[in-house]
T-cell receptor, first 119, second 113 residues
Framework: DTEVTQTPKHLVMGMTNKKSLKCEQHMGHRAMYWYKQKAKKPPELMFVYSYEKLSINESVPSRFSPECPNSSLLNLHLHALQPEDSALYLC??????????????????FGPGTRLTVL | KQEVTQIPAALSVPEGENLVLNCSFTDSAIYNLQWFRQDPGKGLTSLLLIQSSQREQTSGRLNASLDKSSGRSTLYIAASQPGDSATYLCAVSSTGGGNKLTFGTGTQLKVEL
């Protein structure tokens, strides 16, 4: 199974709502990522989890809260979002490494994304 | 800070033509470079991964090359088909950057009948 799944496919929410995005993979990958992609732009990294621990936070506002409950699941909790947060949210996974060596194995596999609209 | 650029931004070719997409990056200290395909409103599909120690990778009609010292990669598509129409993105994984990918700006390809 080389698939990364994301739910929901589409989400419309108001600025006072709380919602969550879900990502799942069963490839045994221990690194998982959240990216944000605006229209006509490349993806921008938000968070990286390695071995279920947050390893990179690209200065993302606290209204985005990631969670990695186990090695197969990655959630992104959303609260008090702004209209400018409307975008395609992509999840990815890859092999992870500890210490030196074998970083070259980190081919990333992406899910289909969640199209988020904030009203 | 790693910066990745792709040219051209858009390309339109007739079916059957061979074509080359270009990617350049500013910091040659990379682990690998990946080429992705993205259809409108969809996720990214990984096409090829080139390790920093490799010069090229091939998959079917696709061939990707890497010249790390000059900070360049090319994606060669042979005998293009309308189904190849999509946006192509290159991304580099830099040493010291954890598992972070830095993406290029993309090339939007249209293959016409």
């Amino acid at each position: 199974d080389t698939e990364v799944t994301q739910t929901p496919k589409h989400l419309v929410m108001g600025m006072t709502n709380k919602k969550s995005l879900k990502c799942e993979q069963h490839m045994g990958h221990r690194a998982m990522y959240w990216y944000k992609q605006k229209a006509k732009k490349p993806p921008e990294l938000m968070f990286v989890y390695s071995y279920e621990k947050l390893s990179i936070n690209e200065s993302v506002p606290s209204r985005f809260s990631p969670e990695c409950p186990n090695s197969s699941l990655l959630n992104l909790h959303l609260h008090a979002l702004q209209p400018e947060d409307s975008a395609l949210y992509l999840c990815a996974s890859s092999q992870a490494t500890r210490g030196r060596g074998r970083m070259r194995d980190n081919e990333q596999f992406f899910g289909p994304g969640t199209r988020l609209t904030v009203l | 800070k790693q910066e990745v650029t792709q040219i051209p931004a858009a390309l339109s070719v007739p079916e059957g033509e061979n074509l080359v997409l270009n990617c350049s990056f500013t910091d040659s200290a990379i682990y690998n470079l990946q080429w992705f395909r993205q259809d409108p409103g969809k996720g990214l599909t990984s096409l090829l991964l080139i390790q920093s120690s490799q010069r090229e990778q091939t998959s079917g009609r696709l061939n990707a090359s890497l010249d790390k010292s000059s900070g360049r990669s090319t994606l060669y598509i042979a005998a293009s088909q309308p189904g190849d129409s999509a946006t192509y993105l290159c991304a580099v994984s830099s040493t010291g950057g954890g598992n972070k990918l830095t993406f290029g700006t993309g090339t939007q390809l249209k293959v016409e009948l």
